[in-house]
Nanobody, 126 residues
Framework: LQLVESGGGLVQPGGSLRLSCEVS????????IGWFRQAPGKEREGVLC????????EYLDSVKGRFTISRDFAKNTVFLQMNSLRSEDTGIYYC????????????????????WGQGTQVTVSS
């Protein structure tokens, strides 16, 4: 299984970014995919997750109404659309897949995910 994130960069407060997580070696029909982030000096935390059936779950109150998760089966890609970005959104963003042999459900816990991408840096600064 392989997951590759892209789309990170430097953006001003209030701006937008769309992160992509392209997966290979498996299809999105069977896997829950989560987005996590790790701010400098902090632990990695769950942001949003999408189940194999398309249900979306949020794990951070701070991103409600600003971040959305979606997927494109044809591209085997999961997206994280981030709007109204704030300096506290700065960090490395990771996508991860949960082995369907154990669960199809989403989770905000990194220990529940089995395969990870390398991460993409998001910096929100003026």
């Amino acid at each position: 299984l392989q997951l590759v994130e892209s789309g990170g960069g430097l953006v001003q407060p209030g701006g937008s970014l769309r992160l992509s997580c392209e997966v290979s070696g498996f299809t999105l029909d069977y896997y829950a995919i989560g987005w996590f982030r790790q701010a400098p000096g902090k632990e990695r935390e769950g942001v949003l997750c999408i189940t194999n059936s398309g249900d979306n779950l949020e794990y951070l109150d701070s991103v409600k109404g600003r971040f959305t998760i979606s997927r494109d089966f044809a591209k085997n890609t999961v997206f994280l659309q981030m709007n109204s970005l704030r300096s506290e959104d700065t960090g490395i963003y990771y996508c991860a897949a949960r082995d369907p042999r154990y669960s199809f459900a989403c989770s905000g816990l990194e220990g529940d995910f089995d395969s990870w991408g390398q991460g993409t840096q998001v910096t929100v600064s003026s």
